[in-house]
């Protein structure tokens, strides 16, 4: 519920329309009448993405650990794994895709990230202790069922990631 509210407050606050309401097709995606929306929460984040020109995805996740107990489920042989920053921002990417161009159905294996700069290791350890405030950047992400590119944008600190795309239909 308090996420709810959350996303209804940055609703508001991005159209200046407190009377929006965002629906649900039934494979979950929001919808919102002449908007392209994408909604994402996670433990004390709540990321909202609007558009009238674009097609739009996003993720929000709290920084831990937990994705590395799972990372043999959404990351490729083929791509990078071995810090945590590489692995919170291939999750959070490949949701953001997933998210972006759901009509496809993607599984995680049907993305793969291009190779991530070598500063994101400057904000989280191996062990996720903070090293530095927080780094912006973008990544390329191979939709391997459409031979498509997306780009994808994060925002990387200690407390959470943020991923976001856009495409022109």
Known sequence: MKEELCVYALLTAMTGNDHLVIGHEPSGKPWLDGWSVSVSHTRGWVAIILSTDFQVGIDVEYTSDRVSKVVDRFVREDEQRETLSQQLINWSAKETV?????EQKLDYFDMRLHDLPSEIDTVLDRDAH??????AGSVLVDVLKTNGVATVHYELTP???LTYSFYSN
């Open 130 to 135: 903070v090293v530095s405030g927080g780094i």
């Open 98 to 102: 997933y998210k972006l161009f759901s």
């Open 159 to 161: 407390d959470y990631v």
